[in-house]
């Protein structure tokens, strides 16, 4: 019996990170591609302006939350093409944290970790935002590479 890749996707999590890690059927410079280019990462995470350059300021635009503005505000703050990019996380004065992505080749085709940091103690419970990366890594994600050729 074969199993699916994104079966062996791994949470763990203390009250102040989140890590993710699943495998994807896809080769590394696709993922990249999905996380840094503007249009791929809109089609399964939020329209944004990312640039994949040390310093680039750019905004994830979401869609308001009973009537609060839920955009994301980012600064990215490091860069290793193709292996790992990290950029800051915030939303309004409660939530003020750190996104880094870790893109690996594996056997099956890529290992992708995701490390949410910084949580204070008073952010919004961590538990729907790990269960939503987790939705959006191994559904949106996968989904929309499926889609893109090889």
């Keep these: 019996m074969s199993?699916?890749?994104l079966a062996t996707a791994a949470i763990?999590?203390?009250?102040?990170s989140i890590v993710i890690e699943c495998d994807l059927p896809h080769a590394p410079a696709k993922v990249w591609r999905a996380l840094t280019e503007p249009a791929l990462l809109g089609s399964w995470l939020m329209p944004n302006d990312i640039r994949a350059e040390i310093g680039h300021r750019f905004t994830f635009r979401a869609t308001p939350v009973h009537g609060m503005d839920a955009d994301v505000q980012c600064e990215v703050l490091a860069v290793e093409k193709g292996r790992l990019l990290s950029y800051s996380w915030r939303v309004g004065p409660?939530?003020?944290t750190v996104v880094t992505w870790t893109v690996r080749a594996s056997?099956?085709?890529t290992r992708l970790r995701?490390?949410?940091d910084g949580f204070a103690s008073d952010a919004p419970p961590i538990a729907p935002i790990r269960a939503n990366w987790q939705r959006l890594m191994t559904g949106c994600l996968n989904g929309q590479l499926a889609k893109l050729p090889s």
């Excluded at 763990?12 to 102040?16: L, N």
């Design 12 to 16: 763990r999590g203390a009250t102040d």
């Design 114 to 116: 995701l490390d949410h």
């Design 3 to 5: 199993t699916s890749p």
């Design 94 to 96: 409660a939530l003020d």
């Design 107 to 109: 056997e099956t085709g």
